[in-house]
T-cell receptor, first 111, second 112 residues
Framework: SQQGEEDPQALSIQEGENATMNCSYK?????LQWYRQNSGRGLVHLIL?????REKHSGRLRVTLDTSKKSSSLLITASRAADTASYFC???????????FGKGTKLTVNP | DAGITQSPRHKVTETGTPVTLRCHQT?????MYWYRQDPGHGLRLIHY???????DKGEVSDGYSVSRSKTEDFLLTLESATSSQTSVYFC???????????FGQGTRLTVV
């Protein structure tokens, strides 16, 4: 089964609102990554958070990590229509180089 | 874009025929990955490679084999394609932990 599971599966919001997506994983990790995928395209890396970090920011992105709960969240503030995409979390299974992804959250930002 | 290309980009093949997808990189990255993406399943790892001739299975490796005879090329082979292997296949590369992965544009494979 897949390592990460994103929640919700789909999210629809209005432009300017914040969007929060969650990821839960199963095994111990060294780091967790978030990726974005525009329809029909390859994934693009957004941000990486290490296991000894609790929060990280990059522009309008804020990522948190709670290793005790094996969960992470991605917050996109002041969303734009261009943020419409699917978002995936990824971890190295059991600390190996086996990079595995969740099923993703499909975000729709309405103008 | 990172130097990673997949070929072909689109392919239609008949059930029972062999199919090989190619992933080529110009970045000299050690790790290469093959994923398939299907609605409702996200990305699932098929196989990955941690060096020339070094490969390991992912979560959905049945029916697939891989080879890496050169750093720059990672081949995915469907020995006898089945309709359940109709999917979009993505290749990814990365230099190692804790670095990001770079993805190819994908190959849309249809098995009829």
């Amino acid at each position: 089964s897949q390592q990460g599971e994103e929640d919700p599966q789909a999210l629809s919001i209005q432009e300017g609102e914040n969007a929060t997506m969650n990821c839960s994983y199963k095994t111990s990790i060294n780091n967790l990554q978030w990726y974005r995928q525009n329809s029909g395209r390859g994934l693009v890396h957004l941000i990486l958070i290490r296991s000894n970090e609790r929060e990280k920011h990059s522009g309008r992105l804020r990522v948190t990590l709670d290793t005790s709960k094996k969960s992470s969240s991605l917050l996109i503030t002041a969303s734009r229509a261009a943020d419409t995409a699917s978002y995936f979390c990824a971890t190295e299974e059991g600390g190996s180089e086996k990079l595995v992804f969740g099923k993703g959250t499909k975000l729709t930002v309405n103008p | 874009d990172a130097g990673i290309t997949q070929s072909p980009r689109h392919k239609v093949t008949e059930t029972g025929t062999p199919v090989t997808l190619r992933c080529h990189q110009t970045e000299n990255h050690r790790y290469m990955y093959w994923y398939r993406q299907d609605p409702g399943h996200g990305l699932r790892l098929i196989h990955y490679s941690y060096g020339v001739k070094d490969t390991d299975k992912g979560e959905v490796s049945d029916g697939y084999s891989v080879s890496r005879s050169k750093t720059e090329d990672f081949l995915l082979t469907l020995e006898s394609a089945t309709s359940s292997q109709t999917s979009v296949y993505f290749c990814a590369i990365r230099s190692g932990q804790p670095t990001e992965a770079f993805f190819g544009q994908g190959t849309r494979l249809t098995v009829v």
